[in-house]
């Protein structure tokens, strides 16, 4: 079988946008869905909205695979499902280090969805000499003493950061010297990398705080809306009218002037 060191995705030679290839996981996950459930064809409303998308742009998106459905028909789902699995390349096998494994790392090495989707987590690496030997997930843990020599003996083209955010930038430097290319990292800090080298970040704690002004401005709509109603609020030609009390111009915070928005 190939590894990923020998075979790369066919998505940049091919011109598809980063956009698009950013949505072909969604459409694989929801043709999986159908095709467990033995659905042959599905339209491109049924299936833009099972990805979460419009149909004209699943349409667009499918045209750069070249991919056009049947009128009246729709598209085949095993068909599609091929398709999109070899556009992003997990017909191929990808070996993968998973490196520093506590809690979300050991988490990492137990989800299961790794193997279905064409990724073999080929070892984890940690810098705790306690934890060499120590089975995770049916696979023992190796020091980072011996990254470059896994790395190179598994052909190893994809690596996961979940290290804290001080250690990740010197793993992510032996990482690309030994060859590779492209980094999931999870640690909470930016990495640089040199041209070349593909970097997706995570980082739950950023998703939250997003979630959170969410949650804040909508707490805010309700309460102005209430507040309006109990209070006899002046309407406009659009609705009520908000009164917004301007701040004090001497009120400070630990970092100066205290602006209207908070910035994310």
């Known amino acids: 079988m190939a590894t990923g060191r020998t075979h790369r995705p066919a998505t940049r030679s091919r011109g598809i946008p980063e956009a698009t290839v950013a949505r072909l996981p969604l459409y694989l996950r929801a043709l999986t869905a159908l095709s467990e459930r033995s659905v042959p064809t599905v339209s491109s409303e049924e299936l833009a909205a099972a990805a979460g998308v419009n149909s004209a742009k699943l349409r667009k998106d499918f045209s750069y695979l070249g991919s056009y459905g049947t009128r009246g028909v729709g598209y085949d789902v095993e068909y599609l499902v091929y398709q999109i699995s070899r556009e992003l390349g997990l017909t191929q096998d990808w070996p993968v280090v998973i490196v520093g494994i506590g809690n979300l790392g050991a988490a990492l090495a137990n989800y299961g969805g790794f193997a279905s989707r064409g990724f073999r987590v080929a070892a984890l690496i940690d810098a705790d000499p306690a934890m ?4 995770v997930a049916g696979i023992a843990v190796q020091h980072t003493d011996e990254l470059e020599h896994i790395i190179e003996s598994n052909g ?15 793993v992510c430097d032996r990482l690309v010297a030994a060859g590779v290319t492209s980094i999931l990292n999870f640690a909470p800090t930016v990495l640089t990398v040199p041209d070349g080298v593909d970097v997706r970040k995570v980082d739950l704690s950023i998703e939250l705080q997003i979630l959170a002004f969410h949650e804040q401005r909508k707490a805010g709509e309700e309460s102005g809306q209430d507040s309006g109603q109990e ?3 002046e309407s406009g030609p659009q609705g009520p009218v908000a009164r917004v009390a301007a701040a004090p111009a001497d009120r400070k915070g630990p ?3 205290v602006p209207a928005v908070m910035p994310a």
């Open 132 to 135: 060499a030997g120590k089975p």
């Open 156 to 170: 190893v083209s994809i690596g996961v950061i979940a290290t804290p955010a001080g250690a990740a930038q010197q």
């Open 231 to 233: 209070s006899g609020q």
């Open 255 to 257: 970092d100066g002037d």
